[in-house]
């Protein structure tokens, strides 16, 4: 056995250790998952307040350009609604 089979095991074994183990159609433990944007926007509010509102240093301490910076938080203030119609103009014509 290598030391790669023996931590594949491990990881195997982990959800079914937690009492969950994912399939599916089914929800996790707790119900909703948050999506990677609404994740991603809620740290970039969090590193502004910890950069005291400086969008240049959120900027660098993000790795992110200013202008990407200004864009997300521009997604940030748009309804899901608002955000579905830019992705889909289609949408916002009913």
């Known amino acids: ?11 195997d074994e982990a959800p079914a250790a ?3 183990e994912p399939r599916a159609g089914l929800a ?3 119900g909703h998952v948050r999506s990677l944007r609404e994740v991603e926007l809620e740290h970039v509010q969090f ?3 910890a950069c005291h509102g400086n969008k240049r240093q ?3 301490a993000l790795g992110i350009s200013r202008d990407t910076l200004y864009r997300k938080i521009a997604e940030g203030g748009r309804t899901a609604r608002e955000q579905a119609e830019i992705q889909d ?6």
Do not use: I, K, N
């Open 58 to 60: 959120t900027a660098l």
């Open 28 to 30: 996790p433990p707790g």
């Open 89 to 94: 103009p289609a949408r916002g014509s009913r």
């Open 18 to 20: 937690r009492g969950w």
């Open 47 to 49: 590193a502004l307040g």
């Open 1 to 11: 056995m290598t030391p790669h089979d023996e931590t594949d095991a491990l990881e």
